[in-house]
């Protein structure tokens, strides 16, 4: 059981350059999520989705998009990258998306704009 | 937009103490609140979450849910050097499938 996996751990990008961020769970949760973590700005949501077949966009969304492409995996696209997106990513999920759910991290993607 | 307040520190507390790391939050409608531990380096790892008012333990760590201050406090009983990290506070978004908003987290120092 390796819980959430996120694939590639690293990666540089030039501007403008365009790149997928994998995420996968085995842990049969219906929920996923996208945080980005910035030094001084905590862990803040990009995009989510509660169920299969269901994507919203979170507090910061603003250049990427997401898909969920079944219900193990849910995928973050940058689309043109810019230095403001150097970060690190996490993909997160939880089992029924209450507000009571544990939500169980990945280990993230660090990402370096240049 | 919920906001949630964590003083950055680093708080620096000697092995052996009690540590105490407190959080604010704004949505008086908030219900339930984790604390998540984050290790330099490595992904968020729950460690409390509770939604009533009152204490809550677990083995050295205490949680203090206060509703009426809106304010959610951790203990960290007989403080080790391991117990060093960031502490992130959360609560969840919206109706809990919208995602958790975080505040940005106190840095723990024990000091052996």
């Known amino acids: 059981n390796a819980g959430v996996t996120q694939t590639p751990k690293f990666q540089v990008l030039k501007t403008g350059q365009s790149m997928t961020l994998q995420c996968a769970q085995d842990m049969n949760h219906n929920s996923m999520y996208w945080y980005r973590q910035d030094p001084g700005m905590g862990l803040r949501l990009i995009y989510y989705?509660?169920?299969?077949?269901?994507?919203d966009k979170g507090e910061v969304p603003n250049g990427y998009n997401v898909s969920r492409l079944n219900k193990r995996e849910f995928s973050l696209r940058l689309e043109s990258a810019a230095p403001s997106q150097t970060s690190v990513y996490f993909c997160?999920?939880?089992?029924?998306?209450?507000?009571?759910?544990?939500?169980?991290f990945g280990p993230g993607t660090r990402l370096t704009v240049l | 937009q919920k906001e949630v307040e964590q003083n950055s520190g680093p708080l620096s507390v000697p092995e052996g103490a009690i540590a105490s790391l407190n959080c604010t939050y704004s949505d008086r409608g908030s219900q339930s609140f984790f604390w998540y531990r984050q290790y330099s380096g490595k992904s968020p790892e729950l460690i409390m979450f509770?939604?009533?008012?009152g204490d809550k333990e677990d083995g050295r760590f205490t949680a203090q849910l206060n509703k009426a201050s809106q304010y959610v406090s951790l203990l960290i009983r007989d403080s080790q050097p391991s117990d060093s990290a960031t502490y992130l506070c959360a609560v969840p978004s919206g109706g809990g499938a919208d995602g958790l908003t975080f505040g940005k987290g106190t840095h723990l120092i024990i000091q052996p």
């Open positions: 997160a999920s939880s089992d029924t998306g209450s507000t009571t759910d544990t939500q169980y």
């Open positions: 989705s509660a169920s299969e077949g269901t994507t």
């Open positions: 509770i939604y009533s008012n």
